[in-house]
Nanobody, 119 residues
């Protein structure tokens, strides 16, 4: 059974930083594309960042140069470093597994972690 467990969300002031982590189990982590998505109230879920098996990355334009995705295959984790946070980054952030560079959205999802950025 695939499990993706997110951690690291919370409340932060604008301009601050947070690091989200996702621990994966039930998958061959080193062979699985991993991503982060987010969903703000009243909006559709959107891709934030993706990292392929080979380490290639994709970012939403809105987070480029502020967010960094990285993976640790030995620990089976994927993390998202978020700097210079803005109120519009407020959302539930979801870990995703199974995607590719061409189709970043994989079939497996975590339950999400809430990030709230206050102005």
């Amino acid at each position: 059974q695939v499990q993706l467990v997110e951690s690291g969300g919370g409340l932060v002031q604008a301009g601050g930083s947070l690091r989200l982590s996702c621990a994966g189990s039930g998958i061959i982590f080193s062979s699985t594309g991993m991503g982060w998505y987010r969903q703000a109230p009243g909006k559709q879920r959107e891709l934030v960042a993706f990292i392929s098996v080979g380490g290639f990355t994709l970012y939403a334009d809105s987070v480029k140069d502020r967010f960094t995705i990285f993976r640790n295959n030995a620990q089976k984790t994927v993390s998202l470093r978020m700097n210079s946070l803005k109120p519009e980054d407020t959302a539930i952030y979801y870990c995703n597994a199974g995607g590719t560079l061409r189709t970043p959205a994989g079939q497996y999802w975590g339950k999400g972690t809430l990030v709230t950025v206050s102005s």
